[in-house]
């Protein structure tokens, strides 16, 4: 979460203000609250073509019906422009060939 916090903040912290200060208030390391515990799935990649621009991929308004788990379920989109030159670069630190 602390990098998904960082990541926001470099890439527009003025336009995810929101986000980071609810990420901070959570991760709040001298007086944590105690968060219920939920199933995180985080997306992220490049924005569709035929998709508008804050058009969710994924439903948001109400639970699937396939999800059973007592846990509430959040699903995170990371739409970024260009995403794929972030995606590579991560990637390719994670895997490098040794010599």
């Known amino acids: ?12 912290p003025e336009g995810h203000a929101a986000a980071i200060l ?6 709040t390391v001298d007086h944590p609250r105690p968060l219920p ?3 995180l799935i985080l997306i992220a990649g490049n924005g569709a073509r035929r998709r508008e621009d804050g058009e969710a991929l994924i439903g948001w308004q109400k639970m699937p019906e ?3 788990a007592s846990h509430d379920l959040q699903v995170v989109e990371l739409i970024l422009t ?10 390719s630190t994670l895997w490098q060939e040794e010599a």
């Open 37 to 39: 515990r939920t199933n």
């Open 22 to 27: 609810s990420l901070d208030r959570a991760l």
């Open 66 to 68: 396939e999800y059973k």
């Open 82 to 91: 260009d995403g794929e030159v972030l995606i590579d670069g991560i990637y």
């Open 1 to 12: 979460m602390r990098q998904l916090q960082r990541l926001l903040e470099d890439r527009d």
